[in-house]
């Protein structure tokens, strides 16, 4: 490969070489020893990299295995095995996880959640019995089980429990190593490390290192090698490679595959100049692309590289050395310690050679970075003392590792980078450096370093000592803020494109370090002063994070003209999300320690003193009524408004924890900043004003941009940390604030200084307006109820964090009932992801699970709330959206209505404010507020007010009520500066006198309590209560209340109220008897006109009792027959009406009046197939006639019911047909059915179809056969008379394996009979022709006919449509036999009767296709069918084809199929066709002829079950068991001929059982077919599911199919014919080798009914399996989304261009190559790391579906992004179950897809 000799190695001792080293490793450099072997033997094992297998063996005797005996200086095996033993039982577990493997992160006990344990640790620990969260790992991280620091509780598992004893200090794993080992591996260990560092950074890709550089000349031999980035598509990179290097597409998907899952490839080897043209072709053709697509990825070329092939040798064995020093410090903590410390150890340039790694992580490629990634983790990340190094480097680094991840294009989790996780989330490292190489990497952070952070961060210990020691905080913040440089605009303000950059976006990542870094926050015992320095430095470069954030984005009211173009707003909104924890967590840093919360605030005030838009020059004095306030001037309506304020926002939540420690801006040993009141409520009251703006409609013109602003701004996602801040702010300026002037403050911002006047009642000729400040007056009050109700914030009310979360769980359930999703979802996540939900719902609420209903899935449970906790409903809970207030009144209004209870919706009690925030409630006695309230109320008594609203109104009263409230609590608490009554009595504080005009809150409220103005109850009801709590207030202040005053405000009204609804209810009940009386006479009055069509008309679609053919009252005295001389006759069939779903029209069903069809869907299936994965794919070749006996391939079809006129049917299909080709190409695949497969959806239901039965009427003689038994034919002389026939009919060509079948002539047979049997046979057939005389087809019946035909066989053999071919009515009547089959199957399932139980879907299909199958042959030439009948009984009768060789023998066909077309095709076998006309019906008429069939073919079917009984003699022999004692016999001859021997053989009551077990199904089959051909009704017993019924089923089905209850009188006693027949089937050499092969399993019988696999019942044991599963086309790479057949229960890597295949000349994914061949184009998976059902069918159509799986709550989870257990749920299982044995798959998906357009984006075929 590298050398011009040859590469043949010289004479290998491997003793020697272990020898020499030994002798020489103290004395010299033992590198150069090892790379004096390695540049020999490497160039050896890694010759060719297209032979794993020789690689393999090659490297472990070259290379590994010196080594290892080196080390080991013996035999590694025992060595290795000695050094574990001496290891103390670790208690860390340490487990690394693989992608995909399930983690348990423990609700109640983690840290943090990113602590997390392996399934095996999870299982016995005492977290399963706790509320946990499941989640699959990407990969990388490993399993914190025994860490203390990960846990609050239950730190060890059942498996890594210390014993007694265990716990003392453990000593240095490094003592118990004996000297000599630890020198060898201390020189091993520094030697590889260092060739493997240096090797994987070398930067020369076409020499080797001079140590290295084998001896001779190189040869000219390159490869040119392909990196991989996160920038180019797959398609990109196979078209650019088979244009480049003359790949086939085949070869160019295998190189994209390679080179995204390692990183690299190679595409071409040769000389230089080879590789070099291949190189420049490669960018260039890359660079033509690029240019049609620079928008998006800014035309970066592909990386190429020309290396020459013995660089490439060594780096793959670099590769191979980090996986075996990883094997090797496995096997001992000894080793493990001593590799973390050399590997740590400085080397010359002052770094050591893990630092080195660090550093170059993008330099390396993908598998380069995994495996460097794992030797950290396994190596110096598992070592505590090791890893403390290790992150103090990692932050010292971090800045330069970040930046070079921007820039990279790699995902993070391989970059070093994603590594903090590990490390910040330690409370205790090269930060810099390596976030700026990762902001400069070109792949994800998946393959980053900086990845490691999640290993290092989340560490508590050690994220605080770096935060203390190392200034963390600081280094990620302006690692952060140094990418935000290119942000910003010319104001100092972040700004973002509506395409953000690449590298801005990597750059985020930093800010999830930063919360790793904080998720610990210190106790009040643990701050140290050089921790409360950094973490203010960290702080302070927080707030210059959040100034360049304030006031981004602003936005300005377009007045003239709508806005033409949307400005960019999610940058800022995605910030801010990314931001949301990182704020809090800080929030609770600064409340944690009271001389940190005083700096913090400090200098939160000076940023925001210095960032705020507030001019304090421009001030205006603003007068309403008699008060005055000095206001600052802004207009929101015309000046640039900002949503986003998160340094004010933060100030207010700061300023929330200065109460808890008792922090006041008077308290004299504190220096805390007083900020103006005015100028903290400015910004957050300017937001308020202009949502409230918004909602009057005055913002339309600024498009969707600001709708979406407000509406994330309110959203729970954002709410916390920006609605909720705001409202607090303002509460803080409540608090701080003259209640006059804080009120004026918001009328002047508001614009409501002039509604706010008296005499704004009185009309000017200015009313544009008006309605803009109604709704903005409505606006200012719901603000002023939310600012003093909303009291449930920590620090501003007396309340819990439970309380918080209570009260918002009891205003969701105020809506509706929800879900536990839908109720988890509505509540904000705190910065562990968790909600408080499961810790406060059971008390208020009660949980109903959903009752599963038969056949349905199951539902998912709701919560209902407590009755009690209803009075807790606030009609004006500030999170509440507009629909959500309009809801829940509507909710509560109609619950009061039912409990006959007022319909008021006062305020509830609310909590008291904390200290600071006391000053809140002086608002509601502040003389503006009082003077708002009389004017308001005054406007309200009026005859008529312009300017008020009832809404107003109601706000007001709700004030009112509130302000009573805090009157009540005043008085209790014996508190009198709260003196709201006296006011609103109308009292002066001095002299207790009435104002002197009489106006007060209380006799304006007795005005308008009998008011006529109001048009809802709830309003009226609303002052009544009102007034009364008023009057109850002044009588626990004791002050005189007349109590006639309090019941006059009720019970007029209440009395008045309910005369009038009296009144109401009476005329609308006169009205209503008044129409119905109208009503009742125009339908006597119809009918009268139109009697005739009344007496006419059918009221039923389809009459039924128990057949459509028999509709005359069944006869109770006789039990029916269907076949045989002594059928019952079908009795007098009623005339069938049916109507057309298209044109409405009903006509009755018969040969003479137009055809009529139901829509139907013919498809292949395998759901009863008995053997997997070898579906007919191909069925140009194949022969249908003799169904295999595994029904390894039948044809389904099956019908919605719906029926229509044959030519309306093709009108309506000629228009989807004639529109689909005026639609261009691009678009016709964007649909649920498939036009080019003949596919329509039917017009009604809209059921996928792709074809339709003809519905034919009852074309059966009604005539009674005679039943004379002298003119029945016997079974032995039927049997031989078509026995001569076959004989005289099959003509042996000269080529032994073929034969010519023609039927000899009726007359030819009945010369060689007697004359009496020959008249009976003759008979039989003349019958057959007399019974169809007068009966025929219409030229539109048979075309149907024709239609139906054609598509059974087209899609029933995946072949294109041939009329003429000879194999189209055979496929007809297998579709028939099969679908019976199908249906017997579900009901057998369903344990349902055989009759009575059958969906009328189900019923009009089979009735339908076996009048089909029954009279097709009469469409197609009859000669045709003859030969098929002949070929059908040559098959039984073997002596008719001597010479033909044999193929098959009587185990290998299902005798159903055979039956069904035997009975179908043997009337046309003596058919005269030059006698009888043509449109003569041969038809199966139930006689003798019929019953001789099922006689024959249930002997044949007999024979396969004793043949294949397999079952040991057990237990006492029964006598009188004369039936079990015949079959026996039978058993021992059938047995004898076919050469079987048996031990054993069974006692005679096992095979009786066994018989009429197995032949069960068969029966049951036969009796659907023989009630739907012959229209016989069947028993009623069939028609019971009793137990009584199920133990006679069989002697019930005998007796109806007209058959001897004793299966062996099927074969004894019917002459020689018979016996030699038996013997033949047994004696067949098929027969015979069928019996003794072992590779294929035996049909046993009865058949099994098919199942979908088991699935284990915890959800994380199927994770757990398939983690273990790898891609099978990729050595050993993990599958990105396994994909699980429920089937046959293979795993399969679906979605992934490696295992794409070609399939009919189309690139397909592997689940549907699958599909085809495990469900013949259907198929049912579960993808199950995504937890959905994958459906599909064929290549174009799928859809998604809910999993079986389902939470404690009855909910699913699909993506797993809730993480509750999950457990099966049987009902679910069961659903799809039944949804694929009914063959429904297309129809659901079908309907999915009609009813989920995104669906329809979706490339199905790649699955």
């Not at 092939?309 to 000894?334: E, P, Y």
């Not at 197609?1420 to 009948?1429: E, G, R, S, Y």
């Not at 054993?1544 to 068969?1562: D, E, G, I, T």
């Amino acid at each position: 490969m590298a050398l011009r000799s040859s590469l043949q190695a010289t004479e290998f001792s491997q003793n020697n070489l272990v020898q020499q080293w030994h002798s020489n490793y103290r004395t010299g450099d033992f590198l150069s020893l090892l790379k004096q072997h390695w540049r020999e033997y490497v160039l050896v094992a890694f010759q060719s990299f297209d032979d794993p297998a020789r690689e393999e063996r090659l490297t472990s005797k070259y290379l590994f295995s010196p080594l290892e005996h080196f080390l080991c200086n013996g035999e590694p095996e025992a060595v290795f095995q000695q050094l574990k033993e001496k290891d103390q039982p670790s208690q860390l577990c340490g487990h690394v996880f693989k992608n995909g493997e399930p983690t348990y992160s423990c609700r109640e006990c983690a840290t943090d959640p990113t602590c997390v344990l392996c399934m095996e640790c999870f299982q016995t620990s005492v977290h399963k019995q706790h509320r946990y969260r499941m989640s699959t790992s990407g990969g990388g991280g490993y399993c914190d089980c025994g860490d203390a620091e990960a846990w609050k509780a239950g730190v060890f598992c059942g498996k890594h429990q210390p014993q007694s004893g265990e716990m003392e200090e453990s000593k240095n794993p490094m003592e118990l190593l004996p000297d000599d080992l630890t020198d060898r591996a201390s020189a091993l260990f520094m030697a590889t490390l260092r060739y493997t560092v240096e090797m994987l950074t070398w930067e020369h890709s076409d020499r080797l290192p001079d140590n290295l550089q084998p001896d001779g000349e190189l040869t000219d031999n390159y490869v040119c090698m392909l990196f991989n980035d996160e920038v180019h598509t797959y398609e990109q990179v196979i078209n650019t490679l088979q244009r480049a290097v003359s790949c086939t597409h085949k070869e160019a998907v295998d190189f994209a595959t390679t080179v995204d899952r390692e990183g690299r490839s190679t595409v071409t080897t040769g000389s230089f100049s080879d590789c070099e043209k291949a190189r420049n072709l490669i960018e260039r053709d890359n660079s033509e692309i690029h240019r049609r697509y620079t928008s998006r990825h800014n035309a970066k070329a592909l990386k190429v590289q020309v290396m020459h092939t013995a660089v490439v040798a060594h780096q793959q064995f670099a590769l191979r050395m980090i996986q075996w020093l990883q094997n090797i410090i496995a096997q001992s903590d000894g080793l493990r310690r001593l590799f973390c410390l050399l590997s740590m150890q400085q080397q010359e340039n002052e770094q050591s050679l893990m630092e080195i790694l660090l550093l170059a992580d993008t330099q390396l490629w993908k598998t380069a970075r995994v495996q460097s990634h794992q030797l950290m983790m396994a190596g110096v990340l598992m070592d505590q003392e090791c890893k403390k190094k290790f992150s103090i480097i990692f932050t010292k680094h971090y800045t330069n590792l970040m930046k070079a991840f921007c820039m990279d294009d790699h995902d993070h989790d391989v970059s070093i980078a994603s590594l903090s996780v590990q490390i910040f989330t330690v409370i205790s490292l090269c930060y810099n450096s390596l976030m700026k190489e990762f902001i400069l990497d070109d792949h994800y952070r998946t393959v980053s370093v900086t990845k490691m952070s999640v290993q290092i961060f989340t560490v508590p210990t050690l994220a605080r000592l770096l935060v203390a020691e190392h200034n963390l905080l600081a280094v990620i913040l302006q690692t952060f803020l140094q990418a935000c440089e290119e942000k910003k605009n010319k104001d100092g303000k972040l700004t973002f494109e509506r395409a953000g950059t690449q590298t801005f976006k990597r750059a985020c990542f930093s800010l999830h370090d930063l919360k790793y870094a904080l998720i610990c926050k210190p106790g009040p015992g643990e701050w140290t002063d050089d921790l409360r320095k950094s973490f203010i430095e960290g702080f302070a470069c927080f707030l210059d994070l959040l100034k360049l954030i304030e006031g981004m984005d602003h936005v300005k009211r377009q007045t003239g003209q709508h806005l033409e173009f949307e400005p960019e707003w999610e940058g800022a909104f995605n910030l801010q999300l990314k931001l949301e924890d990182n704020i809090v967590l800080f929030l609770e840093w600064c409340g944690s320690d009271r001389q940190v919360l005083i700096e913090a605030y400090n200098r939160t005030v000076e940023v925001f003193n210095s960032c705020k838009d507030i001019d304090r020059s421009k001030k205006c004095q603003v007068s309403v009524s008699e008060w005055n306030a000095s206001c600052i001037k802004y207009d929101v309506s015309s000046q640039p408004i900002s949503i986003h304020l998160p340094v004010t926002r933060l100030l207010a939540g700061l300023h929330s924890f200065l109460g808890q420690h008792g922090l006041y801006f008077e308290s004299p040993d504190c220096s805390l900043v007083r900020p103006d009141p005015a100028e903290l409520i400015e910004l957050p009251l300017r937001v308020e004003v202009m949502v409230a703006q918004s909602n009057a409609n005055m913002w339309r013109r600024n498009g969707y941009a600001l709708i979406n602003q407000i509406f994330f701004y309110h959203n729970v996602k954002c709410r916390t940390e920006m609605y909720d801040r705001d409202i607090l702010m303002l509460q803080i300026g409540a608090s701080m604030a003259d209640g006059n002037e804080f009120l004026i403050h918001l009328l002047y911002k508001f614009g409501l200084t002039a509604w706010a006047k008296e005499q704004y009642d009185i009309p000017s000729g200015q009313d544009d307006s008006l309605r803009q400040t109604v709704l903005l007056a409505e606006e200012f009050l719901n603000l002023v109820v939310i600012v003093l109700s909303e009291r449930y914030m920590i620090g501003v009310g007396d309340v819990t964090r439970a309380d918080i979360v209570r009260r918002e769980v009891i205003h969701q359930l105020c809506i509706s009932p929800l879900a536990h999703s839908e109720l988890a979802k509505a509540l904000p996540e705190d910065t562990n992801h968790e909600t408080g939900l499961e810790d406060v719902v059971k008390d208020v609420a009660n949980f109903k699970k959903v009752t599963v209903g038969k056949g349905s899935q199951g539902g998912k449970g709701k919560y209902e709330l407590k009755p009690e906790f209803l009075s807790s409903y606030n009609p004006y809970f500030y999170h509440y959206t507009k629909t959500d207030k309009s809801k829940s009144e509507e909710a509560q209004v109609k619950r009061k209505k039912e409990n006959n209870e007022s319909q008021a919706l006062p305020p509830p009690v609310p909590p008291k404010f904390q200290p600071q925030f006391a000053p809140i409630v002086n608002l509601l006695q502040c003389d503006v507020m009082i003077y708002l309230m009389e004017l308001i109320l005054s406007r309200a008594a009026a005859s008529r007010s312009r300017s008020l609203s009832e809404t107003q109104l109601e706000r007001i009263l709700h004030l009112i009520g509130l302000a009573l409230h805090e009157q009540r609590r005043a008085i209790t608490d014996g508190n009198n500066s709260f003196d709201f009554l006296s006011k609103a009595c109308g009292q002066l504080k001095d002299g207790g006198h009435a104002r002197k005009d009489g106006k007060c809150i209380q006799s304006l409220l007795d005005g308008i309590v009998n008011s006529h103005n109001f048009t809802h109850d709830s309003i009226r009801d609303l002052v009544t209560w009102t007034i009364k709590t008023l009057s109850e207030v002044r009588q626990m202040k004791n002050e005189p209340v007349s109590m006639e005053t309090v019941e006059n405000v009720s019970s007029p009204r209440d009395e008045k109220a309910k005369a009038a609804r009296e009144k109401k209810r009476v005329a609308a009940e006169k009205r209503r008897q008044k129409i119905m009386a109208q009503m009742s006479q125009m339908q006597k009055n119809f009918i009268k006109d139109n009697a005739e069509l009344f007496e006419n008309t059918s009221t039923e679609l389809f009459p039924r009792i128990d057949s459509d053919m028999d509709l005359s009252e069944a006869d109770t005295s006789s039990f029916p027959i269907a076949v045989g001389p002594h059928r019952t006759p079908p009795g007098q069939t009623a005339s069938l009406c049916g109507m057309c779903i298209l044109c409405q029209e009903e006509q009755e069903l018969t040969l003479s009046n137009r055809a009529m069809v139901l829509t139907a869907f013919i498809q292949k299936s395998t759901v009863l197939a008995l053997t997997r994965g070898n579906a007919l794919l191909h069925g140009e070749e194949h022969d249908p006639l003799l169904m295999r006996s595994d029904l390894r391939t039948g044809s389904h079809t099956s019908s919605c019911g719906h029926m229509m006129h044959a030519d309306c049917w093709q009108t309506f299909f000629d228009a989807i047909l004639a529109r689909e080709r005026r639609r261009p190409l691009r678009f016709r695949h964007n649909f649920s059915y498939d036009i080019e497969k003949m596919e329509f959806l039917c017009p009604l239901c809209e059921c996928i179809s792709n074809s339709v039965i003809p519905v034919l009427p009852a074309i059966f003689p009604s005539t009674q056969p005679s039943p004379d038994s002298s003119n029945h034919l016997h079974f032995h002389d039927w049997l031989d008379g078509i026995h001569k026939t076959v004989i005289n009919s099959v003509k042996e060509s000269e080529d032994f394996d073929d034969a010519e079948y023609q039927t000899c002539p009726l007359t030819t047979v009945t010369k060689q009979m007697a004359e009496n049997v020959a008249q009976k046979f003759q008979a039989l057939w003349s019958c057959i022709q007399d019974a169809g005389a007068s009966a025929g087809l219409s030229s539109e019946h048979r075309e149907m006919l024709r239609k139906f035909s054609r598509d059974a066989y087209s899609f029933g053999l995946g072949v294109d449509p041939d009329d003429d071919n000879s194999r189209v009515s055979i496929m007809v009547w297998n579709t028939c036999a099969f679908s019976i089959q199908s249906i017997e199957q579900i009901l057998r399932d369903e344990c349902k009767p055989l009759f009575g139980q059958m969906s009328s879907r189900q019923s009009d299909c089979l009735r339908s296709l076996v009048k089909v199958a029954a009279a097709y042959s009469p469409a197609i030439n009859t000669d045709i069918v003859k030969q098929h009948c002949i070929r059908l009984l040559s098959f039984l009768f073997p002596d008719a084809c001597k010479n033909k060789k044999t193929e098959q023998c009587v185990l290998d066909v299902d005798m159903f199929h055979y039956l069904v077309a035997l009975v179908m095709s043997l009337p046309s076998l003596h058919l005269d066709t030059s006698v009888a006309p043509t449109n003569y019906l041969q038809l199966p008429s139930g006689g003798d002829n019929d019953l001789h069939t099922l006689h024959l073919v249930m002997a044949v079917h007999l024979i396969q079950i004793l043949l294949l009984f397999d079952q040991e003699s057990s237990g006492m022999e029964v006598d009188g068991d004369y039936e079990g004692e015949a079959l026996l016999i039978i058993y021992n001859k059938i047995h004898s001929l076919a050469n079987i021997q048996k031990e054993n053989p069974p006692l005679p009551w096992q095979l009786s059982v066994h018989v009429r077990k197995a032949m069960l199904p068969f029966l049951r089959c036969s009796a659907l077919l023989y009630h739907n051909l012959t229209g016989v009704a069947a028993p009623a017993e069939l028609s019971e599911t009793t137990e009584e019924y199920l133990n006679k089923e069989f002697d019930l089905l005998c007796r109806y199919l007209g058959l001897n209850f004793h299966m062996s009188r099927l074969v004894d006693n019917h002459g020689e014919l018979m016996d030699s027949l038996i013997t033949r089937w047994c004696k067949n050499t098929v027969l015979k080798d069928t019996l003794s092969a072992s590779s294929q399993p035996l049909v046993q019988y009865p058949l099994r009914i098919n199942k979908l696999i088991s699935l284990p019942e915890d959800y994380s044991e199927l994770i757990n399996r398939v983690s273990a599963f790898t891609c099978p086309k990729s050595d050993g790479d993990d599958s990105r989304a396994p994909t699980m057949c429920l089937v046959c229960g293979q795993m399969l890597c679906s979605q992934s261009y490696c295992c794409q295949t070609e399939f009919e000349g189309v690139t397909v994914g592997a689940a549907t190559e699958h599909a085809y061949k495990c469900g013949s184009g259907a198929g049912i998976f579960l993808r199950v790391r995504e937890c959905q059902i994958l459906l599909l069918a064929g290549r174009t159509k799928g859809c998604f579906v809910p999993p079986p799986y389902i939470d404690a709550y009855g909910e699913t989870d699909q993506g797993l992004r809730r993480g509750n257990p999950l457990h099966l749920c049987k009902e679910s299982y069961d659903h799809l179950q039944k949804l694929w044995m009914s063959h429904a798959i297309p129809e659901t998906i079908a309907h999915n897809l009609e009813s989920n357009a995104t669906l329809l984006t979706i490339d199905w075929q790649h699955l």
